[in-house]
């Protein structure tokens, strides 16, 4: 798995909980970046993994590991609360400060020096990130889920496995612009400054956008969630999530929009427009569950008792179909239902009148 290529950041990938503060992006989780992207924000997480000729134009803070990929590049201090990885060519602009060991390569450039609580090593370490990440890539793809979450979980320490901060390649993240060409994901409960552009958007709940979605397929936008801008899609569904506030114009192909959704500007949709009723609480959408299975089982007694009435009003057709030329079933089943004794009566008289058929046939 190696951030160079296009291979494991397909995506951009906000976690719940992200937040944009000051001039940072702050995060619980890891920060993964592919190469040659552009983050105009410091960035704070757990640990922190650059990929190859990332630009990032204020400090980085990590609690964990740092590891940065050759000819990156931070305009600002770098503070680590481990270990730290720089590969060749590395151009820090503020001050190195690492709590843990620092693995270094050649010709890195630290403008206001450095400093290491533990041992310095002069050598090029990112093959052996490169490594660790093309084998649990690998592993992936073979399906072996439980080896890949075994690796995780070594290089993560220990620690609780937290869903990480992806930057796709070739992303250039901003304050006034996040530009991506994959499809973009945003967890619950966070705050972002910048228009967001992607292929698609998914934005969760509880979210407050300071800026604009664009993509060029589809937009859902996530219950109680404000933008403070324009929801725009080329050609594909905008889904507009219960209690959303869109504070500009949405513009769509298909728009649904679910009850209690505020939009302050113009809709506009090519193809088909929904509105869609829900209850406002999961307790409300138990219990509707809950009712929808006990219509389900109680559909057989409900079929039962239909298949009763048809059956009873067959029977109450049935003298009325007796008038038809053909005599029917029900006319046979009332002849049985009669005494037997008439039955043989006209049996005997059968019988006779065939003797006497015979007798006459012998006296001619």
């Known amino acids: 798995m190696s951030l160079s290529g296009g291979g494991p ?12 503060e000051e001039h940072d992006l702050v995060t619980d989780g890891d920060v993964l970046v592919g190469s040659q992207s552009t983050v105009e924000f410091g960035l704070r997480g757990r640990n922190v993994a650059l990929g190859e000729r990332v630009r990032v134009e204020n400090d980085i803070e990590a609690e964990g590991d740092c590891r ?21 060519r590395v151009t820090v602009t503020g001050r190195l400060m690492v ?5 270094i ?26 490594f660790y990440f093309i084998v649990l890539s690998q592993l992936l793809r073979l399906g072996e889920t439980d080896a890949a979450d075994e690796l995780a979980t070594a290089l993560a320490d220990g620690d609780d496995v937290r869903d990480p901060l992806l930057i796709p390649r070739s992303a250039e993240i901003s304050d006034d612009a996040w530009r991506v060409s994959t499809p973009a994901t945003v967890g619950d409960d966070c705050r972002l400054h910048g228009n967001l552009r992607a292929e698609s958007i998914r934005v969760g709940e509880r979210d407050e956008v300071f800026g604009s979605l664009r993509a060029r397929e589809g937009i859902e936008v996530g219950a109680e969630t404000t933008i403070h801008g324009d929801v725009t899609t080329r050609g594909g569904t905008v889904t507009i999530g219960a209690g959303a506030r869109i504070r500009g114009d949405v513009s769509a192909g298909d728009l649904v929009i679910h009850d209690g959704a505020e939009i302050d500007g113009t809709l506009r949709a090519r193809g088909e427009m929904k509105l869609v009723q829900q209850t406002g609480s999961d307790a409300d959408a138990d219990s509707a569950d809950a009712g929808d299975e006990d219509a389900d089982s109680a559909a057989p007694a409900e079929t039962d008792a239909e298949e009763a009435t048809e059956a009873d009003s067959d029977d109450e057709e049935a003298p009325s179909e007796s008038g038809d030329e053909e005599p029917g079933d029900e006319e046979l089943a009332d002849e049985e239902s ?6 043989d009566e006209k049996s005997a008289d059968e019988k006779s009148a065939v003797e006497e058929s015979n007798t006459d046939a012998e006296a001619t």
């Open 68 to 88: 940065l990929d050759t000819w990156c590049s931070v305009d600002g201090n770098v503070l680590v609360g481990e270990d730290a990885y720089l590969g060749e």
């Open 338 to 343: 009669t005494d037997e004794e008439p039955a």
């Open 105 to 130: 390569g050649d010709d890195v450039t630290i403008e206001e020096g450095f400093e290491a609580n533990g041992w310095i090593v002069i050598r090029n370490p990112v093959p052996t990130l490169v």
């Open 9 to 20: 950041i397909e995506e951009l990938a906000v976690p719940s909980g992200t937040t944009v």
């Open 99 to 103: 709590s843990g060991d620092l693995d």
